[in-house]
């Protein structure tokens, strides 16, 4: 799965660059969250912009990735449009996750809360 990722201050920005999220990469998905959590990240920006289809595996592998971080972490999700935010909507996902507009809306808010 192509991906980039940046540390702003205590948040971490992981762009997403594919443009399908489904069963194929939902796997990759999962290891990329867990992985990243695993290892102390706690504040997560998930950049989906390139993102223009996902399917229910990959909404199972961001719930995932939602449960591990935990009610003490973040997991917060940015730029999803068209059927991703359909999606959101529809699974009534976008009243669990922190949706924003961008990851640089997400991230203004999540740095002024530190």
């Known amino acids: 799965m192509k991906f980039s990722e940046k540390l702003e201050g205590a948040v971490l920005v992981l762009e997403i660059a594919e443009p399908r999220l489904e069963a194929s990469n939902a796997p990759d998905l999962r290891e990329l969250l867990l992985g990243r959590i695993e290892n102390g990240q706690e504040q997560i920006i998930l950049d989906l912009k390139h993102v223009k289809f996902m399917d229910s595996s990959a909404l199972g592998a961001l719930i995932g990735g939602l449960k591990k971080i935990g009610p003490l972490g973040v997991l917060a999700l940015a730029g999803a449009s068209g059927a991703v935010s359909q999606l959101m909507q529809l699974t009534r996902m ?7 507009p961008s990851a640089d809306a997400a991230l203004i808010e999540m740095v002024s809360k530190e």
């Open 94 to 100: 976008d009243k669990v996750f922190r949706l924003y």
